[in-house]
């Protein structure tokens, strides 16, 4: 069964709403929610990996969130970044297990597409280089957000990544297009795309790893592919906390992972 990634992004920034411009120290019992009790909540609710998306704007997660969920986590840290300098310095000061590199546009409101990494192959493998370098055993994962594309597959091989988490955002938008229905051609080509990207990924020796708009009736058919380690998923998750609390929540999509 694959592993559980939850992107607890969105209870930051639920907390911007109200906090945006004030200093999150001086507020006793921090301002809320928090993201350090979302991610204990998670955890109870089996999550494997907690992700956060540190943005160059700071939207939602902020670098005081970075510094207390690091020692505090049980689960796998993912720390989601650009591929700056700055956002480097960060995740090597901080230790998180695992980094994803994606793209980052300003006025995105979520990470749209995958990383180019076969177009940009000499900047990435001296990131990736660098996020490993001297880090103890078992030092930090290094996966790369792409698109379901052989030829980026391939540049995540050659720029040193340990991971492919493969966009599965076309896949849900062609599940939606027809209700999920697995005979139609269009939904069964984007599924396709997803199970050749991972069994390349996996072929080359780096994880096969899935994410971006998976909800709990899309996830089975993605969380059945041959050799696939991790889903993210932020959300439906924290979507569906709302009604029944987070702790549920991942209970749920753990039981719909399993039940695929
Ligand atoms: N994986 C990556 C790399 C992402 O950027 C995101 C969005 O933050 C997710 C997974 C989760 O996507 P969603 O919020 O649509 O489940």
Redesign the pocket.
């Known amino acids: 069964m694959p592993q559980l990634g939850v992107?607890i992004?969105?209870v930051a920034s639920l907390r911007q709403a109200r906090y945006r411009n004030q200093d999150l120290t001086s507020i006793r019992g921090y301002a809320e929610p928090d993201p350090l009790r979302a991610a204990h909540e998670a955890e109870l609710g089996g999550a494997d990996i907690i992700?956060v998306?540190l943005r160059e704007d700071r939207r939602h997660i902020c670098d005081l969130d970075i510094k207390r969920l690091s020692p505090f986590l049980h689960a796998k840290g993912n720390l989601?970044m650009g591929a700056t300098d700055e956002m480097i310095q960060i995740a090597r000061a901080q230790g998180f297990e695992m980094v994803?590199l994606?793209p980052e546009g300003r006025m995105e409101v979520?990470?749209e597409g995958g990383l180019d990494v076969a177009g940009n192959l000499d900047r990435l493998r001296d990131v990736v280089r660098r996020l490993k370098a001297d880090r103890p055993a078992p030092g930090v994962i290094v996966s790369a957000?792409i698109d379901a594309a052989p030829h980026q597959v391939e540049a995540a091989k050659a720029a040193g990544f340990d991971a492919c988490?493969i966009h599965t955002g076309p896949y849900a938008h062609a599940f939606a297009n027809v209700g999920g229905d697995l005979l139609c051609p269009t939904l069964q080509a984007q599924l396709q795309l997803v199970r050749d990207a991972g069994h390349r990924a996996r072929a080359l020796g780096m994880r096969f790893n899935a994410?971006?708009?998976?909800n709990y009736l899309n996830v089975g058919l993605i969380a059945s592919l041959p050799g696939i380690s991790e889903l993210?998923?932020?959300?439906?998750?924290v979507s569906r906390a709302v009604y029944v609390g987070l702790r549920e929540a991942v209970r749920e999509m753990k039981a719909a992972i399993q039940s695929a």
Not at 232 to 237: A, C, L, T, V
């Open positions: 992107n992004d969105h992700t998306h989601e994803t994606v979520t990470t957000f988490e994410g971006h708009a998976l993210h998923i932020g959300h439906s998750i």
